[in-house]
């Protein structure tokens, strides 16, 4: 009577193990790191997006990463980019997990010792140094002041972002 349980175990056994390997395979493919998932700015059939950003009172920054995951090295903010990779991330998108970085830092008093920038096909760990701290800080401080100014030049040469912009019908300067 029992023999009839020892295949649906071993059935069992087997599927889960099947199951466990995919997915290790998913949490590989997505970027994150190993750990807890305790932030998420998209939404999925696993937990409902957080619309709480972070805040940094002192620099006067609020952002929302797509991720964070606390690691045994602490909260890791996580970044995913639709496209492909270029060959070295894009200034704007390193001075974004920057922001982040720095966000995690003032709302959880541990500055993260990096951040993840996850492509359609590549994983870049980039780490949260001195150097693009004061990157990203300064980038702030010229944005602050390009906003009291009264006029802007436009700082690209693509049409598509241009038009994008939320200023394309006031610019003077617009490519298109």
């Not at 929302?64 to 995913?80: A, F, H, R, S, W």
């Not at 541990?110 to 096909?121: E, I, R």
């Not at 001195?130 to 100014?149: C, F, G, S, V, W």
């Amino acid at each position: 009577m029992i023999l009839w349980l020892l295949p649906f175990a071993l059935a069992l056994i087997v599927w889960g193990w099947l199951l466990l390997g995919r997915a290790r395979t998913l949490r590989q493919e997505s970027g994150l790191p190993t750990g807890k998932l305790i932030y998420a700015d998209t939404t999925s059939e696993a937990w409902q997006r957080n619309d709480q950003p972070l805040y940094a009172a002192r620099y006067h920054l609020t952002g929302k990463p797509d991720y964070l995951v606390q690691t045994n090295q602490g909260p890791i903010p996580v970044e995913v980019k639709s496209t492909k990779a270029p060959e070295v991330p894009y200034l704007g998108h390193l001075l974004q997990l920057a922001a982040y970085c720095l966000l995690v830092e003032e709302t959880t008093g541990q500055p993260p010792p990096h951040g993840l920038l996850k492509y359609a096909d590549a994983l870049y760990e980039v780490d949260f140094s001195y150097e693009l701290r004061e990157e990203l800080l300064a980038t702030l401080a010229e944005m602050r002041q390009a906003y009291k100014a009264d006029a802007i030049q436009r700082s690209h040469e693509q049409p598509a972002k241009c038009r994008a912009c939320g200023f394309f019908d006031l610019c003077e300067e617009a490519l298109d």
